[in-house]
Structures are given as C-alpha cells and as structure tokens.
C-alpha cells in the first residue's frame, strides 16, 4: 500500500523560481528518498536522508525531514525547464525490504 | 553508479499471448529485484519482490499465476505477463539495490506494454 502522500499533486511555476514538494509518511522509517521520473521512463534516485539527520543538501537540492511530524520537504531552487518532471518521495520502513512510494508531485517549469 | 537495464522498453502483443519482460543489474549482485506496475499519471504499484534462487513475494491483489517472476542468476529477473489482456497495458518498471544499508533503489528505463 502506499503511505506517502505528497503535495501538492502538481505544481507549475516559471524558470528561474523555486520549487517546494512536501512528503507525509505514517510508519517509521530508516530513511525516506527522493526520485525523479521523466515521462515514459524509469526512475532516477536524486537524495536520500537517513532517519537521524534533519536537513540535506546536494545541488540545487535540499530536503529536510521531521520525524515527530513524518514529514519531508523537497526544494529545487532556481528551476530550470529541465526539471519538469514528476518527483516522488519513497520510505524505506524499518524492518522492510520494500519501499513505499507516494504519489508524486508533477511539477511544470515554465521557461 | 549501479545500472539496472530493462527489455523491452515496448512491446504489442495481441490478446492470450505472454510477454516477458527482462531486467539486468548490469554492475553489481541483485540478489533481490522489485517489480512495479504505473498507470498514467499515477504513482508505482509494487507488485511483486523478487529473490534470487527462491520464490517471489506478491503483494496482495497481485495474481502470482499471472505475472510469472523468475529470478534465476544474480543479475537476471523476469517477469512473464501470461495470457495478456487489454487490461495488462501498462507501464512496468523494475529496480534493484546494490546490497548494503540504506542503499538507493536504481530502476530500469521500464517497459510499455499494450495488449490489444
């Protein structure tokens, strides 16, 4: 079953802002990740923050984590049209093999 | 970086035919490997895991007879779709993870499946 949910479902914004995704979860996790999927294709895993730490950086990127509230927040600063895609946040609970996704937020650059 | 490939990346076929959909770790052991099923605009299904050398986990709802998954080497899972219908199109995708803690899942590119 899915337990992420994130919004908001779809988001369109012109080039050159910024971009926050935000990511709710139910169980506890070892670590909640972040993917990026282009239309028709698979996956890309873009960060992975770890159930420990608060806040994480990689590029444009960053990703905070709330583990009182289950919560996790995506910011793509200073967007490029290349980023048009849809993102989805993953748990990966403890003691489980799997990942549960949520259902994603298709953002929209606007050049 | 761990690469993961899946063929076909499209297949038609008509209705009452299999297809068999194959993914590859390409550098590194999978000994487990995840099949998932995304219709348009909507999130992952995951619908089965796979283990190498023993018998595939389905989640509930998930017809074992219907998605065969095999996965018979390190580096090798299939999943056979049997006796397709219009209802099987879809958009499958499998991952893999290279084997340590808090690792990332690294997906194929999928596979567009019709059934007409």
């Known amino acids: 079953s899915q337990q992420g949910e994130e919004d908001p479902q779809a988001l369109s914004i012109q080039e050159g802002e910024n971009a926050t995704m935000n990511c709710s979860y139910k169980?506890?996790?070892?670590?909640l990740q972040w993917y990026r999927q282009n239309s028709g294709r698979g996956l890309v895993h873009l960060i992975l923050i770890r159930s420990n730490e608060r806040e994480k950086h990689s590029g444009r990127l960053r990703v905070t984590l709330d583990t009182s509230k289950k919560s996790s927040s995506l910011l793509i600063t200073a967007s490029r049209a290349a980023d048009t895609a849809s993102y989805f946040c993953a748990t990966d609970a403890e003691g489980a093999q799997k990942l549960v996704f949520g259902q994603g937020t298709r953002l929209t650059i606007n050049p | 970086g761990a690469v993961v490939s899946q063929h076909p990346s499209r297949v038609i076929c008509k209705s009452g035919t299999s297809v068999k959909i194959e993914c590859r770790s390409l550098?590194?052991?999978?000994?487990?490997m995840f099949w998932y099923r995304q219709f348009p605009k909507q999130s992952l299904m995951l619908m089965a895991t796979?283990?190498?050398?023993?018998?595939?986990?389905?989640e509930q709802g998930v017809e074992k007879d219907k998605f065969l998954i095999n996965h018979a080497s390190l580096t090798l899972s299939t999943l056979t779709v049997t006796s397709a219908h219009p209802e099987d199109s879809s958009f499958y995708i499998c991952?893999?993870?290279?084997?340590?803690?808090?690792?990332?899942?690294?997906f194929g590119n999928g596979t567009r499946l019709t059934v007409t």
């Open positions: 796979s283990n190498e050398g023993s018998k595939a986990t389905y």
């Open positions: 169980t506890s996790i070892n670590n």
């Open positions: 550098d590194f052991q999978a000994t487990t």
């Open positions: 991952s893999a993870r290279v084997p340590r803690p808090n690792s990332p899942l690294h």
